[in-house]
Each structure stands twice: as structure tokens, then as C-alpha cells.
């Protein structure tokens, strides 16, 4: 989270035009609501469309946000999908779907079972990412009769109270609140700045090691752990890409204890990568899949998903009020049937918009000496930002000031980890759309460069 401050940008703007509407708009909102995660930038949002966001004063920006990637398929969805919605609204908006039956959500989850692999069966709607992380984590510890949990350092599942157990990407999302649950955390394979100090891959796997050696035996009993939590690409962390081998590795010791493996697909999943699984791009199967972002076609909706054979709750041991509601499942159904109709054509132009995109990204990593890294699959990508090269220094200023101007002309980035940039745009942007965007920010980094 920056620091808000907004007058610099305000006052200095390169081609973002601020008025007074937009300045009443940030002071009321510091006025009346609880303090979030607000960018340091003053985007008052009042529309989007397709490949761009709109303010309230009229000015355009090319998104490479995505709304935290909850528009995997453009800005506003699709039109079909929000006709699909203003349909269902004009018969029933609510339908308490975990006390009455209906056939929408049930006719929803038939249609994502077809997207997994075989042996998932078992569906649970809920209301976002944390709370679709918050039943994971509770059927996990129900099917398995197991108290503990093994997640990672850099890890996001959410910020309620058992997902908030599991997350360990930056400590003023914990503070204050403990003590949490019983989860113990180890290092992810975050290889450009391994904390082992080796290179991969040469490393032998030091990270798979050391979670048999030390959490695993010295912490907490492996048969008394549940599951191991895991995003299959950190988001709020980094955006860092382990390898296969780290991936694999965690479902051997899975298999090898009797754990879970839960997959947190709620960012990196839903074609992101250029398959429906960002799992799948490392040839691992999960036990429970988590999903909610772009799942929901723009509407809350979280899900997550069991095998079969792990079997069924008992009559009331988890609910809730909203889960699977009427309008949501209807824009989420409707969505789902447009990626299944064009899955091939989709994950091919996410796999040519993400050669375009790394092409570029990686030219930046040639000849500025701000860029240290840039990793991510299929449309996931995120740009590490350091003071130089050779130190590694983080590149935080550095980022901060890469992402406010970016946005003064006109491109919308978000920050994510300690240093890095998220490039999240929709998966069918224009490709003219995307060169433009990574003109802005190749111009931005240049600048920065220059001053750094």
C-alpha cells in the first residue's frame, strides 16, 4: 500500500487531468470510510470498457489492472454476461441458495466440474477469495481429521480470520490480531532472491528439503497436518513463478503424510496463464481447488472445490447467506460458457499477447538497470524493480514512482510484493492496445531510470 498523499501527482500531472470533482471525491472518501488498500494515485473510477477505465472526469486509461484481475475477459465483462444478469435480477436476485434448491447454481457448477480434471465432484459457493480460502481451510481439517496447516512466506489467501493464518506477504495485514491459527510457514521458491542463498538449478531443491527437515519435524507433526496451502503463482507476493520441480515437490509430501494440497487458483486461475488451472502449467493435480475474482464475471463470487472421495459435509457444519446467489451464477454461467465455446482461441492469443508482452518487458530488462527481473505465464507477468542489478536492493521508491506515472499517462499498473509491478491486462486486449500500454510504461521506467 503507498502512502496517500496525492497533492504531488495533482500538481504535476503529464497529461491526467484532476478537477474538483475528483479532488471532492478523495475527500469524502477519507471522510467517511475505514482505511483500505487505496493506490497512491487518484483514479476515481466511473466506468470501464473492455481494454479501459474511465474517471469521473473523462479521462481514459489503458488497464493492466484488470480490477485486481477480476475482468479476465474485458473491463465490465462481456455483454452477454451482463444480459445473462439483467435477466435472472427481473425474476430473482436472491435465492438462498444453501436452504432452498435452485436450479442456476447447480447447472454453474456442472459446467466448472467439466473444467477440472476428473474426480472433483463436490462444489461450494461463497462470496470471495478469502472466503472460499476460509472453507478450504475448514474441509480440510474436517476431511482429514488433522489440525495443522503448512503455507508460505509471501503468501495471500485473504484477510479474515483463518485465510488471514495462512497469508504471510506483509505483516500490517496481521498485526493487531493475533494470536491466529495453527499454521506454520515455510519458504516459497521464490528464485531470484532465494533465501537459501543458492541458484537455481544448481539448488538441489534446498526449499523442498527444508520443509521436510525443519517445519515437518521439528514444528509441527506431518500426520497431524491437514494440508499445504498454496498459490501456484504468489500474486500479492511478487508474482514470483517457482519451478516445476518445487510444485511437484509439494504434492509428493503431501502424498507421503496424508495431506491435502489446496490450490489457490482465485488470482493466477480462469485462463490467466493461458489454461483454466494455473496448476496445470506444472502437471500437478490438487485435492481442493480454490477459486473467485474473475469466476465471478465481475460480481462476488467465491467457490471451492473437493474431490469426491474426500466425501460430504454433514447437514449444516458450513453455510452462509449469499453463496450461489441468483444473479451472480447467472453472469458467472454465462461467462463460463463463452471461455468453454472459445477455449482454444483464448489460450492462443493469451500465449501471443504474452510473447508480445515478454519480448518488450525483457528488452527493459536489457537496458535499464532499475528492471532486475521479469517472470510470469501467459498474461500473470510481474517486473521486479531494484536500485541496480549487481546489489538486488529493492526497488521501492523506484517502483512507486514507475506506477504514478504510468498512470499521469495514462496506463493503469498496480504494485505488488515489495518491489514489483503487476502486468494483469484483459486476455483479449487489443494487441495495438498492449504495444501502447508498454510504450507508456517503457517511457515511465526510462524516466525513472534517469532519476534513480
Not at 521458491?189 to 523442498?208: D, H, I, N, Q, T
Not at 481442493?288 to 459435509?313: H, W
Request: net charge positive.
Amino acid at each position: 500500500m503507498f502512502i496517500n498523499s496525492f497533492a504531488p501527482i495533482l500538481n504535476e500531472s503529464m497529461g491526467f487531468k484532476a478537477d474538483d470533482r475528483i479532488r471532492r471525491a478523495i475527500a469524502r472518501d477519507r471522510k467517511y470510510m475505514l482505511t483500505t488498500t487505496k493506490e497512491d494515485f487518484p483514479l476515481v473510477v466511473q466506468k470501464a470498457s473492455g481494454d479501459y477505465i474511465h474517471d469521473i472526469s473523462g479521462n481514459r486509461f489503458i488497464d493492466f489492472s484488470t480490477f485486481i484481475s477480476v475482468y479476465n475477459f474485458g473491463g465490465n465483462s462481456r455483454k452477454e454476461v451482463r444480459e445473462a444478469i439483467v435477466k435472472q435480477i427481473d425474476l430473482l436476485m436472491h435465492n438462498a441458495f444453501t436452504d432452498y434448491y435452485s436450479e442456476g447454481p447447480v447447472n454453474f457448477a456442472e459446467s466448472l466440474l467439466k473444467m477440472l480434471p476428473n474426480g472433483f465432484g463436490k462444489v461450494f459457493f461463497s462470496n470471495s477469495g478469502t472466503e472460499a480460502n476460509e472453507a478450504a481451510l475448514k474441509f480440510a481439517r474436517i476431511f482429514t481429521k488433522r489440525e495443522y496447516v503448512l503455507a508460505f512466506y509471501g503468501a495471500f489467501h485473504g484477510r479474515t480470520y483463518g485465510s488471514l493464518s495462512m497469508t504471510a506477504s506483509k505483516t500490517v495485514q496481521r498485526a493487531g490480531v493475533g494470536p491466529l491459527g495453527p499454521v506454520v510457514h515455510a519458504p516459497y521458491a521464490y528464485c531470484y532472491r532465494c533465501p537459501f542463498k543458492l541458484e537455481y538449478p544448481s539448488c538441489g531443491m534446498a526449499c523442498v528439503d527444508y520443509i521436510k527437515k525443519y517445519p515437518l519435524s521439528k514444528e509441527i507433526p506431518a500426520n497431524e497436518t491437514a494440508a499445504i496451502f498454496m498459490e501456484p503463482i504468489q500474486g500479492e507476493g511478487g508474482y514470483v513463478v517457482p519451478p516445476k520441480e518445487f510444485v511437484k515437490g509439494m504434492r509428493e509430501i503431501a502424498d507421503d503424510n496424508g495431506m491435502l494440497l489446496v490450490d489457490d487458483e482465485v488470482q493466477a486461475g480462469y485462463m490467466r496463464t493461458g489454461k483454466f488451472l494455473a496448476l496445470d502449467n506444472f502437471g500437478v493435480k490438487a485435492d481442493i481447488y480454490t477459486f473467485a475474482k474473475s469466476i465471478g464475471a465481475g460480481l462476488p463470487l467465491g467457490v471451492t472445490v473437493t474431490r469426491s472421495s474426500l466425501g460430504d459435509l454433514k447437514p449444516g457444519s458450513h453455510a452462509n447467506t449469499f453463496g450461489g446467489n441468483a444473479a451472480v451464477v447467472a453472469g458467472a454461467d454465462a461467462l463460463l460458457g463463452y471461455v468453454r465455446r472459445n477455449m482454444v482461441r483464448i489460450e492462443s492469443g493469451v500465449k501471443e499477447r504474452s510473447r508480445i508482452a515478454m519480448k518488450r518487458l525483457n528488452e527493459m530488462k536489457e537496458n535499464y538497470e532499475i528492471v532486475g527481473d521479469v517472470r510470469g505465464i501467459g498474461l500473470m507477468i510481474g517486473i521486479e524493480i531494484v536500485k541496480d542489478k549487481k546489489s538486488k536492493i529493492p526497488g521501492v521508491k523506484e517502483r512507486d514512482a514507475i506506477i504514478k506515472r504510468a498512470f499521469e499517462s495514462g496506463l493503469v499498473l498496480l504494485p505488488a510484493g515489495e518491489c514489483s509491478i503487476r502486468i494483469i491486462p484483459q486476455l483479449e486486449i487489443d494487441k495495438k492496445v498492449l504495444e501502447k500500454g508498454l510504450d507508456i510504461l517503457e517511457e515511465t521506467i526510462r524516466k525513472v531510470s534517469l532519476t534513480a
